[in-house]
């Protein structure tokens, strides 16, 4: 009887409960599908972003890198300023010692001239003396003695030669000089190239030369038939400069470590090589057997102040200027090609028209 009751009950009790869960199904769908749609849009947000802010990093990067080049350029800027006050100011200098030089030694090389030939004409009349008075008075002949006369007569011409190739080397130099400090010429001129590599050489002569501790410096000369080429004389002037002051200073570095017999059998020196290209470009070549460069440092070389001189020896500019004149200014190639512990080679191409 207790069954008979309930049979008809628990169907409709189920039924209920079927409807009151399936509500609650399709409730938590709902949510589920809410919350769903939440997540995709806080997704969307997110990943947005992410844009954003990669977005904002390359232009950070973009940015950062903009002023890393104009801090690079402000650099080169300053160290041209410098360098150009700084030749334009040694340029001045220079030209006023070698005129203030020139006029004294035009004195000496024009006079020197006349005192030769006094000289000669007093020895040819002492001699004429002599041969027709043979015995001359006592006085005379002890003054003879006493002057050494016929050493004075040797040593008199001499003296007189050594003198006229001093003044006469004097002149080489002060003309070296006031060709080099031509800086300020701000016209494009056709020069002749190996006139200004052997201007520069003879300012550097002191440099090359046999010392105590090292022989010369070997300079040889392998000059092609440049003609004239157009340039800026005195500022291709200061890349020869630049260029040959390294070459000497790196061969000054090997030589550091080595006695004066070792320096000997292998000797410092400095190759210069001109040819044209193609009829149009001009390429100087400059090689000397000194340090070598490493293939780290390269790359360097041409970045304003760099250096791996001691304070107060390299500046780490001449490279830098020496590219600006090169590439900017001449519209050419300067290249650098070396072995470490072997030597260095330095290119200049420039047209040979502007
Ligand atoms: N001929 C060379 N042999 C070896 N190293 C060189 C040579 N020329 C340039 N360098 C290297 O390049 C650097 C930069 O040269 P530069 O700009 O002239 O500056 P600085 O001579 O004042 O150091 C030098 O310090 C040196 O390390
Ligand atoms: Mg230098």
Not at 81 to 101: D, P, T, Y
Not at 154 to 174: N, P, Q, W, Y
Request: with cysteine; proline share 4%; aromatic share 6%.
């Amino acid at each position: 009887m207790y069954d008979n009751q309930d049979d008809p009950i628990q169907p409709k009790s189920l039924e209920k409960e079927n409807r009151v869960l399936n509500k609650k199904l399709e409730r938590s769908e709902a949510e589920r599908r809410l919350l769903e749609t939440h997540i995709a849009s806080k997704e969307y947000l997110l990943k947005k972003v992410i844009c954003e802010l990669q977005e904002s990093r390359q232009e950070l990067e973009q940015r950062s890198r903009e002023l890393e080049n104009t801090l690079h350029r402000l650099h080169m800027v300053q160290g041209q300023m410098i360098q150009n006050e700084k030749m334009s100011a040694l340029g001045q200098m220079v030209a006023g010692i070698a005129h203030e030089i020139n006029n004294p030694v035009g004195f000496i090389y024009g006079n020197l001239r006349h005192i030769t030939e006094y000289t000669h004409d007093l020895l040819r009349l002492i001699q004429l003396y002599h041969h027709y008075f043979p015995n001359p008075p006592a006085e005379i002949q002890a003054e003879r003695q006493a002057i050494d006369l016929e050493f004075l007569e040797k040593d008199a011409i001499k003296v007189l030669k050594s003198m006229s190739i001093g003044t006469e080397r004097i002149r080489d130099i002060v003309l070296s000089l006031r060709n080099f400090s031509r800086l300020d010429e701000s016209e494009l001129k056709a020069v002749d190239l190996h006139e200004g590599i052997d201007n520069t050489l003879m300012i550097l002569q002191h440099r090359l030369k046999a010392t105590e501790k090292s022989p010369e410096i070997e300079v040889i000369r392998d000059y092609g038939d440049l003609l004239l080429v157009e340039c800026y004389a005195g500022q291709i002037n200061q890349v020869f400069m630049n260029i040959l002051a390294n070459a000497i200073e790196a061969i000054e570095e090997v030589n550091l470590s080595k006695s004066y017999q070792e320096i000997q059998t292998a000797p410092g020196c400095i190759k210069i090589s001109t040819t044209v290209v193609d009829s149009h470009w001009a390429k100087i070549a400059i090689a000397d057997n000194g340090t070598g460069i490493s293939p780290s440092i390269q790359t360097q070389i041409f970045n304003p102040f760099f250096t791996t001189k001691p304070v107060g020896k390299g500046t780490g500019m001449g490279m830098a200027i020496s590219y600006q004149i090169i590439t900017e200014k001449h519209r050419g190639k300067l290249e650098v090609f070396s072995t470490p512990g072997a030597g260095t080679e330095f290119v200049v191409s420039i047209p040979v028209h502007q």
